[in-house]
């Protein structure tokens, strides 16, 4: 069953309309619309969307689950290892985070970083996750290199063995990606809370571990941690997607069946007394600049039958607008809350469940705890209303078949069930369970698990200056600086394994790539629209977007936020619904709604089910049609937004994407910034007048897939856009300011407050837009500098030097322009050698008679990876659909994503040199460093001359008292 916080992420998604600037020409006129009558087709079934598989466990233990899924040429094979944080000694936390990283450093036949680099190279997607219970590895390649997946998982379950090397190198990865979570609003949320809610169980720390302890442990206890819980009796295997099985079988018999099991395995965490009285505790966080208030209470381990229950709570909860936190937090008229949301963890032992609430700046925090308190005592008083219950269980259904999209849904949500309850049919039973639970199911277990007096109170604290955040720890520094491995008293023991006479010695080689094919659907004109229909009944889902060509690049400098704030006004009420009902009908019947503003176009976007697709469309029609402005609720989601958008400003990854922002397309609609005082300038009136001026169907494009015939598509869009008039709107200017002759670097000065000192640099210059057939070379040279741990930045500036957790090289075209940009959060102290060392990654890349010169063998494999990643963007019928709009807006010809593979794979060295060369000049690249001042000016001063500035709230809170003080 998904957690809980899956579950009410999504909702929230479900019920909130955001629709960018629409026409207020009918409702201004008072025009009317009903939903239709008409008989919806009859529901589906669980049945329709069960997930078929087979199982067999091998004599050494290992659970293999084989799920087939043929809808696209794509498999995952997914390894569930059962140990996570909660395995771990008190004093040796983060050993399973570890292994985590140092499994991909190779095993006695695949050396290290080619587990990824293989990966890769076919266009898969490799990777893992910690969590308290399990530790997971993943590989989703094309389905012809199943073989060379199965190879790698089984040769590190069998062979890998932990030195002094591969520890001190991955320590520093995981002090990168502790420095990380440092620099994240409620970064260490999580750690407060688990710390104070248990106070025996291994759930007290999380999985990223302690730094000092990964200091003091020596490699022979890490390898003895691998030999205990890292054996075929310890792990279930999952093969789902495009799958043969009978083949499947034998490739797992050859490479699997042979592994000696292990010992029984151990579980050392003992187990949580029941919490009997309530704690607090207030955490500060240098970050925010918002209170937030959780009240977590815990929960059952995850083979409960009550966790049904507590998922429709959680529902009713925090599911979105219709919810009761988001009716009296944020959505009433005088709220008191940012956003309100449900927290949850659901864990194999037992987990968290709590309410959260966001402080809206200038409210009590303490009426907001006591708000949460009354709502959840109101749950344990009163139960759920009927209603209440119905919609959890419409959100439910539609969560079910949406995690039977991918065989990486599949594999996740299979393998779960296995590892924790022994019951991978609990896939296809959970929606039975879910549709069984009654109202006073619901209150009953409210009643038992949040009860007052064992909730956990958490408030996170804004603390700017940083004088009551934690300071970055010491062991953390010395692990950024490689510090030595504590010598081991113990022989490094690594598992005595004698491989079968004739197994393979090197990794299959992939076959030759299959070349992606994507659908083209059906396509018409009505009423002027461009409609493209892509039909595929495997699941009775249907999805839908309709672009129109005109978004935020209309509004002006001043009004900067303009058409966000309309976006958000569209569900805020409508000729037949206020903002209430609205989000009540749609959550009632698993709608989503949503507008999303591009710049240049404006997409309209929702799914529903099968049957719910005449609801869904007239409810499209009535919030694109028929919007009424409400003046209160404006005022509200002003309010709200210049709240989140002072909150991501004390973010320095926010304040470097601006900046580059303004560097690159200053003057131009590309390079508008929302600021608070151009959100203060906008009126009610503005986005009346922007939704009248832009939103027309002129030259739009809309495309619909899924379960729908081109019949009724057609029929379903006529309704949409009936009368609805075109109208001659003249494109945005585009100026953008001349391309740098010379280097500029923007040093933006966070402080010393960050207890994490974490450094975020960007790098950019312009290059050209998606016409130029300069973006097949240009697409090559950025899988070459940024795709996978073997990319030339993540083998040199990552694994060679431990500067960056990960980093990125690109080119970005657009329809008007393009940019080369370089994302690279790094340390402080070595800023100035992480940028240095960029520019030598780039160097190399230009030149023949560079140090590391591109080869054709290199650029073969980087052909491979984007010929494989095209594979497997053809998992859904909704990806496939939406290049098919991405395509149309650009101008492409019908089969251009068909096509795109040839036209990579003609492009020379030569071509991907002279792009990089072109573009790519060192000299005059704009360079934007967000990090203490103090620490890495001198570092800049070495690169050229250094513009200090303030971090943009500052910034603007100067500028604001200036005007203030000028009056």
């Not at 200056?465 to 030595?484: D, I, M, P, Y």
């Not at 657009?814 to 940019?819: D, E, I, V």
């Not at 494999?861 to 594979?871: D, E, I, Y």
């Amino acid at each position: 069953m998904p957690h809980l916080s899956q579950r009410a992420n999504r909702l929230g998604s479900i019920i909130i309309v955001t629709i960018i600037a629409l026409a207020l020409r009918m409702a201004v006129a008072g025009a009317t619309e009903q939903i239709p009558s008409a008989t919806s087709p009859a529901a589906s079934t669980a049945d329709d969307y069960r997930i078929d598989f087979t199982t067999e466990t091998l004599p050494n233990g290992l659970r293999v689950i084989y799920a087939p899924l043929h809808q696209a040429p794509v498999v995952q094979v997914r390894v569930l290892y059962h140990v996570g944080s909660r395995d771990e000694r008190p004093d040796r936390q983060g050993f399973a985070h570890m292994f985590e990283h140092m499994m991909f450093r190779g095993s006695k036949h695949v050396m290290a970083q080619e587990h990824m680099r293989l990966i890769d190279q076919v266009g898969g997607i490799c990777n893992a996750f910690t969590s308290f219970d399990q530790t997971v590895y993943h590989d989703t390649v094309p389905s012809e290199d199943l073989e060379m997946a199965l190879y790698l998982e089984a040769d590190r379950m069998s062979s890998f063995k932990v030195t002094d090397q591969i520890y001190q190198i991955e320590r520093k990865v995981v002090a990168q990606e502790w420095m990380l979570k440092q620099n994240r609003v409620n970064g260490n949320l999580y750690d407060d809370l688990f710390r104070t809610a248990f106070t025996t169980s291994s759930y007290q720390w999380t999985p990223m571990g302690n730094m000092q302890q990964l200091l003091a442990a020596p490699v022979s206890e890490l390898q003895e941690f691998f030999n205990t819980y890292y054996v075929p009796n310890n792990a279930v295997l999952v093969i789902a997607g495009d799958v043969d099985v009978p083949t499947a079988r034998a490739m797992v018999q050859k490479y699997f069946a042979w592994i000696p099991a292990g010992a029984p395995v151990p579980r050392v965490s003992p187990q949580e007394p029941p919490q009997l009285a309530a704690r607090a505790v207030n955490a500060p966080d240098h970050l925010a600049r918002l209170t937030t208030v959780v009240l977590g209470y815990h929960i059952p381990p995850y083979k409960s039958d009550d966790n049904y229950a507590l998922s429709v709570l959680a529902t009713m909860l925090g599911g979105g607008p219709s919810s009761r936190l988001e009716r009296a937090l944020v959505n009433s008229k005088d709220p008191i809350c940012q956003s309100a949301s449900m927290l949850d963890e659901t864990l194999e032992y037992g987990g968290m469940i709590g309410v959260v609430g966001e402080v809206k700046p200038g409210k009590n925090p303490e009426q907001v705890k006591t708000t949460l308190a009354a709502l959840v005592a109101d749950v344990l008083a009163n139960g759920v209303t009927a209603d209440e219950l119905a919609r959890a269980k419409i959100a439910s259904r539609i969560e079910s078949i949406q995690e039977r999209e991918t065989c990486a849904q599949i594999a996740g949500e299979i393998g779960d069930a296995e590892l924790w309850a022994n019951d991978p049919n609990r896939v296809n039973s959970d929606l039975a369970k879910l549709d069984a639970v009654t109202s006073a199911d619901v209150q009953a277990v409210a009643r038992t698990y949040l009860n007052p007096n064992q909730v956990t109170l958490l408030t996170v604290e804004p603390d700017p200056l940083g004088t009551l955040s934690r300071k970055s720890s010491q062991a953390a520094r010395e692990l950024f600086q490689g510090a030595a491995v504590v010598a081991s008293t113990q022989p490094v023991a690594a598992r005595d394994v004698v491989f079968p006479t004739g197994y393979p010695q090197h990794p299959p080689l992939p076959p030759v790539k299959s070349t992606a094919s994507f659908a083209k659907g059906q396509e018409t004109t009505i009423n002027g629209i461009h409609l493209i229909v892509l039909t595929d009944s495997r699941l009775p889902m249907v999805n839908w977007t309709l672009a129109m060509r005109h978004g935020s690049h209309g509004e002006s400098a001043d009004k900067a936020g303009l058409a966000g704030l309309t976006a958000r006004m569209l569900s805020r009420g409508t000729a037949n619904h206020s903002f209430q009902q609205l989000s009540d009908e749609l959550m009632s019947h698993g709608i989503d709604l949503g507008v999303e503003d591009a710049g240049d176009s404006t997409d309209l976007s929702g799914s529903c089910t099968t049957e719910e697709l005449d609801r869904a469309f007239s409810l499209s029609r009535e919030i694109l049609r028929m919007p009424t402005f409400p003046a209160d609720e404006f005022a509200k989601i002003r309010d709200q937004t210049q709240a989140g958008l002072v909150q991501s400003l004390a973010v320095p990854s926010t304040a470097g994407e601006r900046a580059m922002t303004t560097e690159l397309f200053e003057g131009s609609p590309m390079g508008h910034l929302v600021t608070p005082s151009t959100l203060a300038g906008i009126t009610l009136d503005d986005i009346k007048n922007f939704y009248a001026e832009f939103y027309h169907p002129d030259d739009a494009v809309m495309v619909v897939s899924g379960d729908v015939t081109f019949e009724r598509a057609q029929q379903l869009v006529k309704g949409l856009t009936d009368d609805w008039q075109p109208k001659d709107v003249p494109p945005p200017e585009y100026k953008f300011p001349p391309t740098a002759t010379s280097r500029k670097i923007v040093l933006i000065d966070t402080g010393d407050t960050s207890p994490g000192a974490g450094s975020i640099v960007r790098m950019g210059i312009k290059s050209y837009d998606i016409h130029s057939d300069e973006k097949y070379a240009g697409t090559l040279a950025s899988v070459l500098l940024s795709d996978g741990i073997e990319s030339r930045l993540m083998e040199y500036v990552r694994a060679k030097k431990g500067y960056v957790y990960g980093a990125s090289a690109v080119f970005q075209p657009n329809r008007y322009t393009g940019a080369f940009a370089v994302n690279a959060p790094t340390r402080p102290a070595v800023t100035g050698d992480c940028i240095t060392a960029i520019f030598k990654v780039l160097d190399d890349l230009k030149s023949s008679d560079s140090e590391n010169p591109l080869t054709e063998a290199e650029l073969n494999a980087a052909k491979r990876r984007v010929s494989g990643s095209l594979v497997m963007g053809m998992q859904t019928i909704a990806s496939q659909a939406q290049k098919r709009l991405d395509g149309t807006l650009n101008g492409y010809p019908i089969d251009y994503y068909d096509q795109l593979a040839g036209h990579i794979n003609a492009v020379t060295v030569d071509q991907v040199r002279a792009v990089m060369n072109k573009y790519v000049k060192d000299d005059a690249m704009a360079i934007i460093v967000v990090a203490p001042a103090s620490t890495v000016k001198d570092q800049l001063d070495a690169l050229g001359d250094v513009t200090l500035m303030p971090m943009p709230l500052a910034a603007e809170n100067a500028s604001t008292k200036n005007s203030d003080m000028l009056k």
